[in-house]
């Protein structure tokens, strides 16, 4: 591969210093080798006084910025998906110094055996920040109201059932011997419940300002501003993917494969990508197949899926509509036409028109 740097330098990022290895492109030789603390003014610093290079990384949480920083110094990064690096070193060992060298050697001898991954722009990373924090503060507010239900429990009493938005009007139902011990947690799970409006309402908030495509995921039903908005910074440019079928192996959502000879076994689904936006999509498809759920060829398509038989077949339809939700919501994107749920069973065939 054509190499428009002399030469490649592979850096194994650590939480407090970073291993690097800088390799001549002619000749493969060792040029440098060394460490330095994983700071902005460190590596700014470091990288300033090289001349423009092709830097190799992994994804982790400082590779963001990282990337940022050298990108805006001239230099190449390539960001390689660390499942693929895991793969062709083939060694469970772990040592900073040889996995700076090993990207060092993949990057300079072909780029695409790392698999690179584009990044997220800063302002998503912020924007995927609120959305994680509010899915944080729902999960400590669950893992409460699961204590407080199973204390109460032990003394052979059951607290109604009740949303998890009012869990905290139920203080008065707890026996008066726990009611001392619970206060603490019953304050804490009315706070979270206050955060997680506060979240809700600057998510609405961003998707009217920044984000109108989540108008058009919006449609579809059970797709809310949550779901909308983590689709649309998840996937960021619409045009990355040729084909609207891509978007779901890039969630995760199709099978995994590992045919050799005559041997192809049916896999579970390969759960890569973006984990918060792959739950929010099968709560949707949750949504979709339920009793709540309007009638749609989404909805027709996933029950007939169902109704096939077999083990976990409700648990495979829900997939599959999450699968095919995915794929919907980035046709709407890219053509920004209407949703139309029933726009299947619309489309009379020519020759049942004429029988009837």
Not at 4 to 22: A, F
Not at 128 to 147: C, F, M, P, Y
Not at 251 to 260: E, I, V
Not at 320 to 337: F, N, Q
Request: charged share 30%; with cysteine.
């Amino acid at each position: 591969m054509e190499q428009h740097s002399t030469m490649t330098i592979g850096v194994d990022l650590g939480d407090k210093r970073s291993h690097l290895y800088v390799l001549d492109n002619q000749s493969g030789e060792e040029l440098e080798r060394g460490d330095i603390a994983t700071r902005q003014k460190s590596v700014q610093k470091w990288f300033s006084r090289r001349e423009p290079a092709t830097v190799v990384i992994e994804v982790g949480s400082d590779s963001g910025w990282v990337s940022r920083v050298l990108t805006e110094l001239g230099h190449e990064v390539l960001v390689a998906d660390p499942r693929r690096v895991r793969r062709l070193a083939g060694n469970d060992d772990k040592d900073d110094a040889l996995d700076a060298e090993f990207l060092a050697r993949i990057g300079r001898m072909d780029r695409k055996l790392l698999k690179p991954i584009k990044l997220r722009s800063e302002p998503t990373q912020c924007a995927l920040g609120l959305l994680r924090s509010r899915d944080e503060l729902v999960q400590a507010r669950t893992k409460l109201i699961n204590h407080v239900r199973g204390a109460v429990k032990t003394l052979g009493v059951r607290l109604p059932n009740s949303s998890t938005e009012s869990f905290h009007k139920l203080q008065a139902q707890i026996p008066q011997q726990l009611r001392e011990s619970l206060s603490a947690v019953i304050i804490c799970i009315e706070s979270l419940t206050e955060q997680i409006r506060c979240c809700e309402r600057l998510i609405e908030q961003k998707c009217e300002r920044e984000y109108p495509q989540t108008e058009l995921f919006r449609q579809v039903a059970g797709v809310g501003a949550i779901t909308a908005l983590a689709f649309a910074l998840v996937i960021e440019e619409p045009s990355r993917f040729s084909r609207s079928r891509t978007v779901g192996a890039y969630l995760g959502l199709t099978r995994r494969k590992y045919k050799s000879g005559q041997s192809d076994p049916e896999l579970r689904i390969s759960k890569r990508g973006d984990r918060l936006l792959r739950r929010l999509l099968v709560n949707s498809a949750h949504y979709i197949l339920g009793p709540f759920g309007p009638d749609s060829d989404l909805r027709r398509w996933g029950l007939k899926y169902a109704a096939g038989g077999g083990k976990n077949a409700k648990k495979r339809a829900v997939v599959a509509v999450a699968r095919k939700l995915a794929v919907l919501l980035h046709r709407l994107w890219t053509t920004g036409e209407q949703y139309e749920p029933l726009r299947n069973n619309s489309r009379t065939p020519q020759g049942a028109a004429e029988a009837v």
